[in-house]
Nanobody
Framework: QVQLVESGGGSVQAGGSLRLSCVRS????????IGWFRQAPGKEREGVAA????????YYADSVKGRFAISQDNAQNTVYLQMNRLTPEDTAMYYC????????????????????WGQGIQVTVSS
């Protein structure tokens, strides 16, 4: 019964920034692990960042550390992904995912740990 809606994607030049938003509805009274994933054509889906609505933990893939930042506004049931210094290798479909039962300290960037997914939003970075 959890629904996720992403927004904020688009096209930018290399070195630019975008901020993605993920709004969660349904069962919002329960804490959840929220993750951002991305998938480029011909490549496997990979975890980018994750956080927990009931705590202050955050996880990042090595490829985005220092450039991306995940944050949350629990009052608005929204998780953000601020993406800075974007490169063409960041071009992908980005997905927001949620799970209500995952232990937040275990494998938060693994695709198969999540039960609910948004439809995805395209991010394109030009050279």
């Amino acid at each position: 019964q959890v629904q996720l809606v992403e927004s904020g994607g688009g096209s930018v030049q290399a070195g630019g920034s975008l901020r993605l938003s993920c709004v969660r509805s349904g069962d919002t009274y329960r804490d959840a692990v929220i993750g951002w994933f991305r998938q480029a054509p011909g490549k496997e889906r990979e975890g980018v960042a994750a956080t927990y609505t009931g705590g202050s933990i955050a996880y990042y893939a090595d490829s985005v550390k220092g450039r991306f930042a995940i944050s949350q506004d629990n009052a608005q049931n929204t998780v953000y992904l601020q993406m800075n210094r974007l490169t063409p290798e960041d071009t992908a479909m980005y997905y927001c995912a949620a799970d209500l039962g995952m232990v937040p300290t275990e494998h938060p960037l693994q695709t198969n740990e999540y039960s609910y997914w948004g439809q995805g939003i395209q991010v394109t970075v030009s050279s």
